[in-house]
Nanobody, 124 residues
Framework: VQLQASGGGLGHVGGSLRLSCAAS????????MGWFRQAPGKVREFVAA????????RYSESARGRFTISRDNTKNEMYMQMNSLEPEDTAVYYC??????????????????WGQGTQVTVSS
């Protein structure tokens, strides 16, 4: 079971970035998928999650209205479109998978598979 996050980089305030997470080695559609992030000196925090079918989504307060999470089960991929970037979005972003859950979850302990992280830096 592997997750590979990509798409991070340097963004500008008010700009956009799109993160991707490619999954391999398991039944992708069985897992709730989520994005978490960790800023320097801070604990890792939940950003967004998408249900197994992609119908239901959940966002943190800081992400709601600016970020959009989605998935394509035919490609075993998850995405997060990040708009209206803010300096506070600077962090390492991790994709994660939570098995066999109905709906979505923001609970980090429910996710048992993690990608390696991709750096997002937002400059002003």
């Amino acid at each position: 079971v592997q997750l590979q996050a990509s798409g991070g980089g340097l963004g500008h305030v008010g700009g956009s970035l799109r993160l991707s997470c490619a999954a391999s080695g398991y039944d992708f559609s069985y897992y709730v998928m989520g994005w978490f992030r960790q800023a320097p000196g801070k604990v890792r925090e939940f950003v967004a999650a998408v249900s197994r079918t992609g119908v239901n989504t959940r966002y943190s307060e800081s992400a709601r209205g600016r970020f959009t999470i989605s998935r394509d089960n035919t490609k075993n991929e998850m995405y997060m479109q990040m708009n209206s970037l803010e300096p506070e979005d600077t962090a390492v972003y991790y994709c994660a998978a939570a098995p066999g859950i109905a709906g979505t979850t923001s609970q980090e302990h429910m996710y048992n598979t993690w990608g390696q992280g991709t750096q997002v830096t937002v400059s002003s």
